[in-house]
């Protein structure tokens, strides 16, 4: 009888063929959902409500990144769920087989040759190597040595306009107090061997328009990390009259997603020079105040433009004295809900709420400019259901755990 390790064990779990390799699994017990490259072999099952990702490895790793994972997701970075560990598999014949780590399935989350295919617009490309960069730098902050950077260990999902990185694959990683420029440093290196190799591998699947040079994509990617790091955690001076340099910089920061708890601030001999270091303990501005009034989970960037289209209509209904959180209520009840209850169940496995509110947003953008005139949320919603959401292929199985009255 196979041991499962799980903080949150599921019965279901015991019927699983676990003394088979997972590569011999009947394909009536998997999920057919985009698989990226992996050394491992990797399943999805469902249990229940939810998928996993099955992934057979040596019991030692298997214990070293299921750990690792509850540290990234305790410390609230972009990360997988781990959900538990199976060992002690053995065959019918009495074979010893590897042990299997169990994470939660990433919803709406693509690995990235799925994204990268042939005709791929530059911005995409772009979007995607930056939301690698911002992930790269909030595993550094906190301290994660990864040992293992790749397009390969990603996840990405769609984030407005933008995309989200997700760790997905730990087992070489370690977890410090802080990291040394050494231990960043060693990241970066092997993050340019392994990224020259993933675009390497895609230019040769003909999925790389011409235009576009491994190297030099390499080259991009850890020109942008270090512009990010520092911008993060680089020391500013100016004098002591350009006071304003401070709001900036946290206002810059706070653009890219990352909140400020305080700052070093020195101040010169006189007052005439200031030296400020931004603390940077988190990464979630938006996302934390959208989840404070309205209860909804989205990625940063659809939590700004959502927060936007709350402010906007704040301003419009001309409740600029009432609180915050009694506006959000009625935004929910009056926008969010209604326009959500319109896309069909069989859509929902197409984009994830706030994604197709932003989507939205765009489409009533453009379709008032071609009216000329200012077209409802609500009118617009049927034109980009049959124009923009229909067409679209499904990003997972199931339906979104949505409730308009939250």
Not at 209 to 228: G, I, K, T
Not at 294 to 321: C, H, M, P, V, W
Not at 340 to 348: F, R
Request: net charge negative; charged share 25%.
């Amino acid at each position: 009888m196979p041991k499962i390790i799980s903080a949150t064990p599921d019965s279901q779990l015991l019927h699983f063929p676990w003394d088979t390799k997972l590569a011999k699994w009947p394909k009536e017990l998997l999920v057919a959902l985009p698989q990226g490259i992996s050394r491992h072999v990797v399943r999805f099952i469902a249990v229940g409500d939810s998928v996993l990702a099955a992934k057979e490895l040596v019991e030692e790793l298997a214990h070293h990144e299921y750990r690792l994972l509850h540290d990234l997701n305790r410390l609230g970075c972009p990360a997988v769920e781990p959900v538990g560990i199976v060992s002690d598999r053995v065959s019918q014949k009495g074979k010893q087989r590897v042990s299997i780590l169990l994470t939660r399935h990433l919803e709406y989350s693509l690995p990235y040759r799925t994204l990268f295919t042939p005709g791929v617009r530059q911005e995409t490309v772009s979007r995607l190597l930056d939301a690698m960069v911002v992930l790269i730098a909030r595993l550094h902050l906190v301290g994660f040595q990864w040992g293992d950077v790749s397009l390969s260990n990603i996840l990405f999902r769609r984030d407005a306009g933008a995309f989200a990185a997700y760790l997905v694959d730990a087992e070489t990683g370690r977890l410090y107090p802080q990291l040394t420029n050494g231990q960043r440093e060693e990241d970066l290196e092997i993050a340019r061997v392994n990224l020259f190799g993933d675009f390497l591998d895609l230019q040769a699947a003909g999925m790389l328009l011409p235009e576009y040079d491994p190297q030099s994509l390499v080259n991009n990617v850890e020109a942008r990390y270090r512009e990010l790091w520092k911008e993060l955690t680089g020391v500013e001076e100016f004098l002591g009259s350009q006071r304003e340099r401070i709001e900036g910089r946290v206002r810059r920061l706070n653009a890219l997603g990352f909140d400020v708890a305080e700052m070093d601030i020195e101040t010169a001999s006189g007052g005439s020079k200031i030296r400020i270091q931004p603390k940077v303990v988190d990464a979630g501005h938006h996302q934390r105040r959208l989840m404070k009034l309205t209860g909804l989970d989205t990625e940063e960037n659809q939590a700004r433009r959502i927060l936007n289209s709350l402010d906007s209509y704040r301003f419009r209904s001309g409740q600029t004295k009432v609180p915050e959180s009694v506006v959000a209520h009625q935004w929910l009840t009056e926008v969010f809900g209604p326009v959500m209850a319109e896309v069909p169940a069989e859509l929902w496995g197409k984009r994830e709420p706030a994604q197709v509110f932003h989507e939205l947003l765009d489409y009533r953008w453009f379709m008032s400019q071609h009216e000329q005139r200012d077209v409802p949320l609500i009118e617009a919603v049927c034109g980009y259901i049959n124009d923009v959401l229909e067409p679209l292929p499904d990003e997972v199985l199931g339906t979104p755990d949505f409730h308009a009255d939250q």
